[in-house]
């Protein structure tokens, strides 16, 4: 493994001013609880210890990250409320910073809250006899697009949120 | 004596680097030596050592100083040190200041050396400013009663007692419950050496009620203290137990007629006994005792049922007794009231009260009993059937910021004992597990018995579950994460018991109260010194033992009980007790009886006389000299000044307070 680079470190760590990092003595209560370990290997107490240790920019640039289901599992049961959650949040947040490898879903998902102010678009529908709707033939009311004043507010918070 | 004609001598400890390495000694020495009054300033390596302490008393013989600035660690280690060095040469103790240029100038500023010399000089000044102003005190002796009050009839409670009673003093022991015994008396086992708590605790037990100087009071609770050191005045309120403990034989014959079940407190619920019964299997005394909330006559207040009454043929019960204060003399109190077990609900993940085959390990000690609610046999709550696999989870409750942050210190240990009972009862076709974060083995003989554990092929997993699930038939599963194989383990298990960790008891606030005993941030009571006088409450007289202090085992419990005895047989063996002259002192003539030093004074020791002056009733206040701690409150809050402290007189204050604020330049001026 790499270097640690404990300037990345210390970018982590100023963007978690209330949670104690430092503090996680590895009981590995959040990895046997994690709901993205089974599938995805996700294991909250490592990305702790990594960070701890300043392995931050693999982190960054791995997909592991991305992988949190954000169930706040972890937060909950943490008995030194060191918040596995809250870090990967912040490496996230640094991923995008630096305008590295960030999943196109997330990209996707921005753009289209952007767009149409939902986060899932509307479905259309399809009965047991296989007949298909969508929201105009079941005259239901046409959902108009978000305000502009939305979008810049939408914007804004992102930049805030990133910092 | 007028402040002017004073000569200090000022002395600076290099404390080896722990302060000289930070401060500039020799600058501070060269301020000082300019400073009115000052005629002479020195430092040293190790002022509190045997040279250092000779160069303090040789310099007041030739120089006739009358008053000493010591600027050295805090005055909680070493004031009283100096204070006898200065006494050998023949001044008097309270002419000592001590300037604090350890943990109030070099630890906390040990980055910034040439500020941190500024602030000890300034620290200097004011020490010097006030020594000026001290006046000689004396200290008083009072008569103090050769006999304790013990609190707690725990293991800690018990072997105080005993300690204190075979050294000649009359002991009073306090026991909430129906018996003593405590904690240890539920246990099965003792680690690290497999004891039966109960063969080791039994004859102490015995040895209490057999003991002529140990007044043996069960049933019972402290209701009142009044007094001081020496001289504390103590109500007991003895509870009715409608039975005659002279005439009870303890045949039991009583309980097998009640028709009244009640839950088995002594057995953590997990069976019933009824409203007439005996506390324990060991009970001392053995007497039966009535439980008036359950007991049909009691409840209705009526002549019904009435079995036990008729079946008894000592006639010892007696339905019309009465609760009885009984007033005591006592010259210290000893509190050993011990704590509780965690309630492992708290932690709804676990499913503890949700799932029957979750349970706590003080449980798990009452169903591993010869003389518990199974006969010993280890078995599933939920079936009854003997369990195929066994989890232990550590730390329930502690190393936790939700509930709380200190190491229980007995839960490693006590899960390592359990795990090697369920061995040596179940055989070797049990599979037995042990989830943990650290495991703590630091005791005496403990590393031994965790080897004895792994010898018993006892599984180790280093990693804490998150949740527990049961299935319909009450078998639980849960998933592990482990530190060593970096596998997420799937666990089935018939029994999971939680090693739930030491809290303090909920009444302990009361008790706090009621003692004038302070507790630490923890909740537990808190000592006078966490290394120094671990033995003591704050609040002399009153001492403590075992597990009210902290979370304890045995060996730390009975060791801890064995001091403080030992702390009260020093102090009470004269008959008599020095107090420290830091008392407040009422000048009668500005008080105008408003009370407001008796609203504050936490250790009562103000009383409002009334006085006739010029054919007027006035209301004075009086200092209980005695029962005053010299913690100042008063004088602070009276509105006429008319309260001084001596030792920390307005003058005194206010002349450290002007020099902190004004720098005294010109020598021999004031």
Redesign the interface.
């Known amino acids: 493994m790499a270097k640690p680079n404990l300037e990345s470190r210390g970018k982590i760590l100023a963007k978690l001013s209330e949670i104690e990092l430092v503090n996680c003595f590895q009981c590995l209560k959040c990895t046997s609880g994690c709901t993205s370990l089974k599938l995805l290997e996700l294991k909250p107490h490592e990305i702790i210890k990594l960070v701890n240790l300043g392995f931050v920019d693999e982190l960054a640039s791995s997909d592991i990250i991305w992988t949190c289901a954000t169930c706040l599992k972890c937060v909950q049961r943490c008995p030194q409320k060191a918040s596995p959650y809250h870090v990967i949040i912040a490496l996230r947040n640094l991923t995008a910073e630096r305008e590295a490898k960030v999943p196109e879903e997330y990209l996707k998902a921005v753009s289209q809250i952007l767009e149409t102010g939902l986060a899932e678009t509307t479905q259309k529908v399809v009965t047991k006899k296989m007949e298909t709707f969508d929201r105009e033939s079941l005259k239901l009311p046409k959902i108009n697009p978000p305000k502009e004043s939305f979008q810049s507010t939408f914007l804004k918070i992102l930049e805030e949120k990133g910092e | 004596m007028a402040a002017w004609m004073t000569k200090v001598g000022v002395y600076v400890c290099h404390c080896g680097l722990n302060i000289a390495g930070v401060v500039d000694v020799e600058k501070v020495v060269e301020y000082a030596k300019n400073l009115p009054d000052v005629a002479i300033a020195k430092h040293y390596t190790y002022v509190c050592s045997e040279p250092g302490q000779r160069m303090i008393q040789e310099d007041i013989q030739e120089h006739g100083l009358d008053r000493i600035v010591i600027a050295t660690c805090s005055p909680q280690m070493h004031e009283e040190t100096f204070r006898k060095t200065i006494a050998e040469a023949e001044l008097n103790p309270y002419l000592l200041e001590i300037v604090n240029l350890r943990e109030q100038c070099s630890w906390p500023h040990s980055e910034e050396p040439g500020k941190a010399t500024e602030k000890a000089k300034e620290l200097v000044r004011m020490g010097i400013a006030r020594v000026r102003l001290l006046e000689p005190l004396e200290r008083r002796k009072v008569s103090a009663e050769k006999s304790v009050l013990v609190v707690g009839g725990g293991i800690a409670g018990i072997q105080a007692s005993l300690d204190l009673a075979d050294a000649g003093l009359k002991v009073y022991l306090v026991e909430k419950a129906p018996s003593i015994g405590g904690r240890m008396a539920q246990l099965d086992k003792t680690f690290p050496t497999l004891d039966c708590s109960a063969c080791i605790l039994t004859p102490k037990m015995v040895d209490i009620a057999k003991h002529p100087n140990i007044k043996l009071l069960t049933n019972a609770e402290v209701t009142n203290v009044k007094g001081f050191v020496g001289n504390y005045e103590v109500s007991v309120l003895k509870k009715p137990g409608y039975v005659d403990g002279d005439r009870c034989v303890g045949c039991e014959l009583c309980t097998k007629v009640c028709p009244v079940k009640v839950p088995d407190k002594f057995n953590e619920g997990l069976s019933q006994t009824r409203a007439i019964s005996i506390y324990s299997p060991h009970a001392v005394p053995k007497v039966a005792i009535i439980n008036p909330n359950y007991c049909l006559r009691l409840k209705c207040d009526k002549d019904v049922c009435g079995k036990c009454l008729e079946m008894c043929e000592a006639k010892a019960i007696n339905f019309e007794q009465q609760p009885e204060t009984i007033q005591l003399k006592v010259g210290a109190i000893v509190i050993a009231v011990g704590s509780e077990v965690f309630d492992a609900s708290k932690m709804p ?1 676990f499913g503890y009260g949700r799932f029957q085959n979750v349970i706590s390990n003080i449980e798990f000690e009452r169903i591993s009993d010869a003389s518990g609610p199974t006969g010993g046999k280890i078995h599933c709550p939920k079936n009854g059937e003997p369990p195929k696999t066994i989890v232990f989870i550590q ?1 329930i409750g502690s ?4 509930f709380h942050e200190y190491c229980c210190r007995v839960g490693c240990m006590v899960s390592l004992k359990q795990a090697i009972l369920a061995r040596e009862k179940l055989g070797k076709n049990v599979n037995i597990y042990v989830c943990f ?2 495991l703590r083995a630091f005791g005496k003989g403990y590393e031994e018995f965790y080897r004895r554990a792994r010898d018993l092929d006892i599984n180790f997993v ?6 527990i699930r049961s299935t319909a038939d009450g078998s639980l599963y ?6 060593g194989t970096n596998k ?1 383990l799937e666990m089935h298990s018939d029994l999971v018991v939680l090693a739930n960790g030491l809290v303090p008891s909920s009444d302990l606030g009361k008790i706090s109260e009621l003692f004038h005993a302070s507790r630490s941030t923890d909740d537990f009571l808190l000592e006078a010194h966490p290394k120094l006088r671990p033995l003591e409450s704050p609040t002399a007289g009153i001492f403590l033992a075992g597990a009210c202090q902290g979370p304890k085992d045995i060996p730390d419990s009975v060791a801890q009980a064995s001091g403080a005895a030992a702390k009260i047989i020093g102090l009470l063996s004269s008959g008599e007790i020095e107090l420290e002259p830091l008392k407040a002192v009422v000048d009668k003539d500005l008080c105008s009886g408003c009370r407001m030093c008796e609203f504050v004074c936490p250790y009562v020791a103000i009383e409002m006389k009334t006085e006739i002056v010029d054919g007027i009733e006035r209301l004075r206040a009086e200092v209980v000299e005695a029962m005053c701690q010299g913690c100042g409150l008063c004088g602070s809050a009276c509105p006429a000044s008319a309260i001084k402290l001596q030792h920390y007189t307005d003058e005194q204050v206010l002349a450290q307070v002007h020099a902190a604020l004004v720098e005294t330049k010109v020598k021999g001026g004031r």
């Open positions: 993940e730390c190393r936790d910021k939700r974060n650290d280093a990693g804490l579950p998150s949740e849960f998933d592990v994460y482990d530190r997420l």
